[in-house]
């Protein structure tokens, strides 16, 4: 298959003026229900980030593809341009990005990208555009172009890629509360990225799927939502400031500051341990606040619904 | 060719028009926030509602004292371990550090300015009354025992 027998879909572009739309409405809803849903300062930085994140893809795009298209040249198989190729594109697809996020959470190298994303105390569609502008520099992509070797061609792989990015717009907001039962086990939703953005103990690094939540019940990282335990958004240590640069590049100042402090033998592992991880034991991890939490707590959790 | 169409042939034009059409929605956007008057001023209620931030703030801080700015913008506290940790207001919610270095506290009457290593979260002045001397003088005990 060339790229002539196949047209890439910016999905994402075509979808901006609908992401204002939607942003505009839950604002409006926020006015009528919650009005500290929203906080302009938040708000501003929030899509500032998003901004920036698409200026840095555009720029990055070239690479990207040309990565993709190498790969695809050496591919060993041919997938063809129909309707069931473009269907395991997209699962296949949001296999990597649950892989790809799972990763994003658990190595600092890849959180420093991703935090950004996770800053926000507040959790709104905006939440939903406060995006990465260092994903290209933490080598992200990887994860999600090694299909083409597969044989998919590169543009199938983005526009599936864009599809997934614009189907996760719709989950980040607290105006929908559940959806029907079939639709929850299946799909991500706004319940169960709530739990994702979520900073309370039980709720860390939980829910990392993109548009499919069964890879999550699969790989043993699904929490379901719990009425009882009112959510509390953003990161473990929150950023407390609105400043846009602080925010892109506060993980990535820290990162650098503990490895070059760090002795020797322990300055990798401040850039392939998870975040929160010390070489002195001097702060703690997700896993520890979490174990520390449900022993306190003696929480039977049930791991699936 | 007009000005404009010219612009276009650019390399990269498309891309830059398409920033500065994203650029003023997010200011239109940012706007219309203000304009509908979201967001919030949370205040901290009283002890136990700066007990239980703390706790938020880093998961199982047991807060042994407590002091609570007047106007409720923000708090001080301090575990069994002699950890301090300062709350303060952050658009509609709380945000909280650990003070690791008495470098930037100072007492000014019943006010106490207080800032943490961390020069992105700020300084907080906090009007602590009668406490704010008791606090400085508790934190200058503790202080000793900071690296």
């Not at chain 1, 300055?267 to 991880?277: D, V």
Request: glycine share 8%; aromatic share 12%; charged share 20%.
């Amino acid at each position: 298959m060339s790229s002539s027998d196949i047209a890439a879909l910016d999905i994402v572009t075509y979808a901006i003026p609908a992401f204002v739309l939607l942003v505009i409405a839950e604002m409006i809803w926020a006015t009528r229900r919650a009005p500290e849903k929203y906080e302009p300062r938040d708000t501003l930085t929030s899509l500032a980030l998003g901004l920036g994140s698409t200026i840095a893809g555009a720029l990055s795009a070239g690479i990207v593809l040309a990565a993709a298209m190498w790969l695809y040249e050496h591919r060993v198989f041919t997938m063809p341009n129909v309707w069931w190729a473009w269907i395991a594109c997209f699962v296949l697809d949001d296999l990597n990005y649950y892989w790809f996020h799972r990763t994003g959470h658990r190595v600092r190298w890849f959180w420093a990208s991703h935090v950004n994303h996770h800053t926000s105390q507040h959790y709104n569609l905006s939440t939903a555009l406060r995006q990465t502008w260092t994903g290209f520099l933490a080598l992200s992509f990887i994860f999600r172009i090694w299909p083409a070797f597969l044989g998919f061609h590169p543009l199938m792989i983005l526009t599936v890629g864009g599809a997934n990015l614009v189907y996760q717009f719709w989950i980040h907001t607290e105006a929908v509360g559940r959806m029907p039962r079939w639709f929850e086990a299946v799909f991500n939703t706004p319940s169960h990225h709530r739990v994702h953005h979520a900073t309370n103990a039980l709720y860390l690094d939980r829910n990392y799927a993109g548009a499919l939540i069964v890879w999550d019940r699969l790989f043993g990282t699904f929490q379901r939502e719990r009425d009882d335990l009112p959510i509390r958004y953003g990161i473990v240590k929150q950023l407390g400031s609105f400043n846009l640069l602080h925010a892109v590049f506060h993980e990535w100042r820290g990162m650098v500051a503990d490895i070059w402090r760090a002795p020797w033998r322990h300055k990798l592992s401040y850039l392939l341990r998870p975040p929160g991880w010390s070489h002195d034991g001097s702060r703690e991890g997700s896993d520890a606040i979490r174990a520390r939490w449900l022993e306190k707590h003696a929480v039977t959790n049930q791991v699936s619904e | 060719m007009n000005v404009f169409e010219q612009f276009l042939t650019l390399p990269g034009a498309g891309l830059a028009l398409q920033a500065l059409a994203s650029l003023g929605a997010i200011l239109a956007l940012a706007w219309l926030a203000r304009k509908l008057q979201l967001g919030g001023d949370p205040r901290i209620q009283g002890e136990e509602h700066a007990h239980a931030l703390a706790d938020e703030a880093i998961c199982g801080f047991d807060a042994k004292a407590v002091a609570v700015d007047r106007a409720g913008i923000g708090a001080i506290a301090r575990d069994a371990a002699g950890r301090i940790l300062l709350i303060r207001q952050h658009g509609s919610h709380f945000a909280a550090r650990e003070l690791v270095s008495l470098a930037g506290v100072r007492l000014d009457g019943r006010f106490l300015t207080l800032s943490t290593d961390d020069r992105g979260f700020g300084t907080i002045t906090l009007d602590l009354g009668e406490q704010a001397q008791v606090w400085a003088a508790s934190l200058r005990r503790l202080g000793a025992s900071m690296p």
